[in-house]
């Protein structure tokens, strides 16, 4: 471990002083120092006290900060404002780079699907996690849908009744005016964009996008934000971090992702339109079938898409 992430996991349990510090990492007393300075400048305000060193009582949001108590393994790269974050997680991906969450303040060429548009002003949180899982190209929308119920978790923990629009969209449902707004308003959005050999994934990006102390004004229309769903802002730092650990924790376990991704589905038992590539499939969602297909009933049987843009109908409607 290097002295700036060994001296983050120590500020965890309490004041540490340099020396004892330098002592445990057998490096030198300067080396310490610089890490405390290094990471003053990064914003994580380390206060120095009788004691030794203290962490800040409410870290900022920048790397440091959400790395700080982050049970979960990956390193934080932060950006004050970025073109894309998932851009700069594939230039890193290039690089060799693996394990890296790229995190931006705001976006000013983010990117939803199809290359549509994708609006990031500051107050988002703007991620893209590249990771190198060891499956098959084939398995990469589970990515897309553990991304879907990390986002959906983080945002009910933030006190936001959010719920899962296939295959990626995180929605708020719980209106009276939900059939108005074709199923519910966006709150959250992801991108995954990956490289592979026949067999194996070489690189992954899973981008999210959420709208969290954003005003709804800021934003397209029919998108939310937490902000404005909750009345109060959202610890970004916080929100990040336990996306991030549950994140780590299903794709650690697959199996998990799929029965997760029903119970938050706004989309199962509805009729849908999806339109594809090759057309458009009206009918009820049944099920989501692995790696991430939804199932349709339609008038002509059960179909399975893959891919798509999935809008949820009024009951009496058949498109
Ligand atoms: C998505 O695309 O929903 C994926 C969005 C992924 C964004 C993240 S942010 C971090 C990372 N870096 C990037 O450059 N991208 C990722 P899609 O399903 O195609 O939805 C795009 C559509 O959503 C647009 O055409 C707009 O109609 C709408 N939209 C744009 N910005 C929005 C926002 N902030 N909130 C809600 N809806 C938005």
Known sequence: ????RALLAALESGPVSGPELAAELDVSRAAVWKAVEGLREEGFAVESTGEGYRAPAEPAYCAAGIEYGLDAPYTVEYHDRIASTND????LAV???TDVAVVADEQTGGRGRLDREWVAPS????????TRPMVAPARAPQFTLAAAVATADACREAGVNAAIKWPNDVLVTDTAADDADRGGRKLAGVLTEMEGEADRISWLVVGVGVNANL???ALPAGATSIRAERGAEVDRRRFLARLLERYADLAADPDAILPAWRERAATLGRRVRVETATGSVVGTAVDVDPPGALVVETADGRVRVHAGDCEHLRDAESG
Do not use: P
């Open 1 to 4: 471990m290097d002295t700036r």
């Open 123 to 130: 107050g988002g949180v703007w991620l893209s996690l590249l």
């Open 88 to 91: 700069r997680a594939r230039t």
């Open 95 to 97: 690089a060799d780079r």
């Open 215 to 217: 005003d709804a004004a």
